[in-house]
């Protein structure tokens, strides 16, 4: 430890440790044990895999999942002269390539990944070649199925830690109840007590305020002054894209110059407006949850949540960006009724019909495996096919892996690599090369531009040559500094484990299943939504409420935090969450008119709310067209109900049918609507006290750097 002092006062600037970071490094240089750290936003996380990655030999790796939060961490970390670097899609060829050296070398300490970077077969082969001393992994409550944030690719994380060895493992997040803890520990290895280090959610300084409000016009009447008093930078978020910009039209006029940021904005545009209010001392910035993470600015002094936050989780992320300085700062939470239909509605939006989900299947379950007993699809056409979103379509497969256990996902492979030469020396030996797989691809590949093209799945089934021999060579060449590659094409690939449903009744029963999933998985969501109006209306501390969630139950001092709206005025706000949802028969003929299809009411639905789908993107039904998104306010479940009139009418028939050559039943498609909107009438007032969470199985002990 005496070293991992050093770095701390030496390159970091720090005369001692904060929280239980001393005991969190201690746990991974001195025990050499996997570790879990609960710290909420802002509470340090960081130093806690930094420090260790200039006390350790060999490479840190990083899994995050924000792009923009790499960059951010990497520009610091040069900054004090430690070598640093993210690899991700946005690099430059140059760029990329000294970044792959860098880590071959041995001369990188801390490299930055998005999850899906491991899914390429490149950089899986890369790791293979270096020590990686320490895996951290941020945001690691992604990989619970119990989160409200679960993202397939985290479960390829621990296999990852697995297979290439890695001595210690390192998982960070600021959300987490015990249920999802328990799930982490459960896949790293870690120690559900003596591995895990809990920082308390509660933080004297934040006070927590909810406001009720009929309408925009209202909460703009309570958010005007609140901004005008303000001492420090605020953030107003909002839900929707276009909400940013109107909040920020309608504040203008009283003297509140409002930036707008959300995602869809081009990068140069929310990397300006970013930096203007980092470098503000009273900016206040309309946004997206897109904005904030990797804001580390301490003098942020309120948060307001204009539109009801989706999650409880998601309240406490964003509150957690005020205050970090430790002084007082407000967190201002409108519930309003009229926003709920829009929530709810996002909530449901990603189930897919029934009917596109067991053509799926029956693709994936009649593909007959390649010679080492795998199957592979390009999900980005699968998506466009069969009308599943992207994020869906992952969780689908996830499904049979988890669920099911018919296939296991396996790394992903690129069917398409450009090779460029990087030197004239290097390219003589590419082109002086006679291994078996040099020989196949210089006689596959093809001129693209002052380099080359070459199709390796295609290459590798006309030869005796396996495709990955082929990806390996580009690779090998690449490491040696011979050339400059690109994949693309990606196709994910997954082994069989067990035999896939194979008749029609078998696909159809499975299918719906996974179907059943997709609704609950939309109640829970609503449950969650639920959570919130609970936490903001019960008759207690809002601090504790917010600390009980998270089970740190004794953590406000009396359970009364004094500053927030119950502690101030002895009672829990009242709220009315119903609000009044009917389609607009004209706008649904209009839509009718417009989107000829009649075989999905759930594909007519998304166009009228506003939720795009690969379908309504490709028929140009989607953003650029004047009715997407024209009746976003009404309950989505009552748009499903009316275009289902509709569609009942036309026998579920599609406009224009062009059917696959695995399409072996009817054209037909049947819909099975979910329940209706689920917040009645009754006016919350809710009970003191939240739910617990329920617990998952716990994991093993992990011991001097091997998995047992």
């Not at 993202?151 to 109840?177: G, H, N, Q, S, W």
């Not at 925009?216 to 005008?228: A, G, N, Q, S």
Request: proline share 4%.
């Amino acid at each position: 430890m005496e070293k991992a002092h050093e770095v701390l006062r030496d390159v970091f600037g720090f005369e001692s440790f904060r929280l239980s970071q001393e005991a969190v490094i201690r746990r991974l240089l001195e025990e050499n044990d996997n570790a879990l750290v609960l710290y909420p936003t802002g509470g340090g996380k960081s130093l806690t895999f930094q420090i260790p990655a200039l006390c350790l030999p060999g490479l840190t790796l990083v899994i995050s999942p924000l792009i923009a939060l790499m960059k951010d961490q990497v520009d610091g970390l040069v900054s004090r002269g430690i070598h640093a670097a993210n690899l991700d899609s946005t690099l430059t060829a140059d760029r990329s390539a000294w970044v792959k050296q860098e880590v071959l070398s041995g001369s990188m300490k801390i490299l930055y990944v998005a999850p899906e970077r491991l899914n390429n077969e490149g950089f899986m082969a890369m790791m293979s070649r270096v020590k990686i001393s320490l895996l951290a992994v941020d945001e690691s409550h992604c990989i619970s199925q119990w989160g409200a944030s679960f993202r397939p690719e985290y479960l390829k994380i621990a296999r990852f830690a697995e297979e290439m060895d890695v001595e210690r493992v390192l998982c960070l997040t600021a959300t987490a109840t015990k249920s999802v803890a328990d799930d982490i520990c459960r896949q790293f290895l870690i120690h559900p007590v003596e591995g895990v280090f809990r920082t308390p959610v509660y933080r004297p300084n934040l006070a927590f305020e909810v406001a009720v409000a009929a309408n925009m016009d209202e909460k703009l009447k309570c958010l005007i002054p609140f901004l005008k008093a303000r001492t420090g930078p605020a953030i107003v978020y909002v839900t929707l894209q276009s909400h940013a910009q109107e909040v920020a039209n309608h504040l203008a006029p009283h003297d509140i110059d409002a930036m707008v940021y959300h995602a869809g904005l081009p990068t140069e545009q929310r990397e300006a407006i970013q930096n203007a209010f980092m470098q503000s001392e009273k900016g206040i910035v309309c946004a997206t949850i897109a904005f904030g993470m990797g804001i580390d600015k301490a003098n942020i002094r309120q948060v307001v949540h204009l539109f009801m936050p989706k999650t409880i989780e998601n309240y406490s992320q964003e509150v957690g960006r005020a205050g970090r300085d430790g002084l007082p700062s407000t967190c201002l939470l409108f519930l309003s009724a009229p926003d709920i239909p829009i929530l709810e509605g996002f909530a449901r939006g990603d189930t897919c019909n029934k009917r596109d989900l067991e053509l799926w299947l029956q693709e994936v379950a009649l593909r007959p495996p390649a010679s080492d007993g795998t199957i592979d699809f390009n999900l980005y056409q699968q998506s466009k096919t069969h009308d599943i979103r992207s994020n869906v379509l992952n969780l689908c497969y996830a499904s049979l892996e988890l669920d099911y256990k018919y296939i296991r996902a396996v790394t992903p492979f690129y069917s398409t690599y450009e090779i460029s030469s990087r030197s004239g020396d290097g390219w003589a030996k590419v082109l002086a090369s006679t291994t078996p797989a040099a020989k196949v691809i210089k006689a596959n590949w093809f001129q693209k531009g002052t380099g080359y093209q070459i199709d390796v799945e295609r290459a590798g089934m006309g030869s005796n040559v396996d495709r990955a021999a082929l990806a390996k060579q580009i690779s090998e060449w690449e490491f040696d500094g011979y050339i400059w590659s690109k994949a693309s094409q990606v196709r994910a690939r997954f082994a069989v484990l067990s035999p896939l449903p194979k008749t029609s009744e078998d696909i159809k029963v499975v299918s719906e299943l996974i179907h059943k999933e997709m609704v609950k998985r939309e109640e829970e969501a609503i449950e969650k939504l639920r959570g919130v109006i609970r936490f903001a209306t019960t008759d207690d501390c809002l601090a504790q409420n917010l600390a009980s969630y998270f089970d740190d139950t004794d953590a406000v001092p009396d359970g009364m935090c004094g500053m927030c709206t119950f502690c101030k005025t002895g009672a829990g706000v009242e709220f009315d969450p119903s609000a009044q949802a009917i389609a607009d028969p004209v706008l649904v003929r209009q839509i009718l008119n417009a989107c000829p299809e009649r075989d999905d009411p759930r594909l007519l639905a998304r166009m009228a709310f506003g939720i795009t789908s690969p379908r309504l993107t490709v028929n140009k039904w989607s953003t650029a067209h004047p009715l997407f998104g024209s009746m976003v306010h009404v309950d989505f479940n009552m748009l499903v109900a009316a275009f289902d009139v509709e569609c009942k009418k036309a026998g579920y028939t599609r406009a224009i049918e062009a059917p696959t050559a695995s399409q072996t039943t009817s054209n037909k498609r049947s819909f099975s609507r979910t329940g209706s909107s689920s917040y009645g009438s009754n006016t919350y007032k809710a009970n003191r006290g939240q739910g617990g969470s329920g617990s998952s199985s716990r994991g093993r002990g992990y011991k001097r750097g091997r998995w047992s």
